[in-house]
C-alpha cells in the first residue's frame, strides 16, 4: 500500500481555495515590495470584480455583535447560503435573531468558532488520512 506524502503545507485546516488565497496574497505582497503601484491596481481590479479578500480589510466587528447572513458571509469570506446552513445545522451554536426590518442576524462569535472548528476537523480527517 502507497501511503500519501505528507503535505508540508502549514495550515492542514486549509481548503484548496484557501490555499489559493494565502498563496495570492503572499504574491501580492511581494509584488507590492517590488512595484507598489502595480500591486495597488492589481487589488483594485480584483475589488472591482468583486474579489476584496485580496486586500487587507479593517475589523469591523467584535464577537459580540450581531450582524446579518450577508455580512457574516463577507466577514468570513462565505456565501449567505453557507452561513444560513450552519444556522439550521448548529442551533445551538449557533443562535440567530430578526432585527427590526426582519433580517436574520448571527453574533459574530459565533460563526467564527464555527470557521474554527470545520477547519480544525478538515486539518483532522487530512491527518488521519496521510496516517
Known amino acids: 500500500m502507497i501511503k500519501p506524502r505528507r503535505s508540508p ?6 481548503t484548496p481555495l484557501d490555499r489559493a488565497r494565502r498563496i495570492a496574497q503572499d504574491l501580492l505582497r511581494a509584488l507590492h515590495q517590488l512595484d507598489p503601484a502595480c500591486a495597488d491596481t492589481l487589488a483594485a481590479r ?3 470584480l468583486g474579489e476584496t479578500w485580496l486586500s487587507p480589510q479593517p475589523v469591523l466587528y467584535n464577537d459580540q455583535d450581531w450582524i446579518t447572513l ?3 458571509a463577507s466577514y468570513t469570506n462565505g456565501t ?3 452561513i ?3 444556522t439550521v445545522r448548529h442551533p445551538e451554536q449557533l443562535p440567530t435573531r430578526k432585527d427590526e426590518r426582519g433580517r436574520l442576524l448571527v453574533r459574530v462569535g459565533a460563526v467564527l468558532d464555527i470557521q474554527r472548528d470545520q477547519r480544525i476537523r478538515r486539518a483532522e480527517r487530512t491527518r488521519r488520512a496521510a496516517s
Request: proline content about 11%; overall charge negative.
Open 80 to 82: 449567505r447560503d453557507m
Open 9 to 14: 503545507w502549514p495550515h492542514p485546516g486549509d
Open 84 to 86: 444560513y446552513k450552519w
Open 70 to 72: 450577508d455580512a457574516a
Open 46 to 48: 480584483a475589488a472591482e
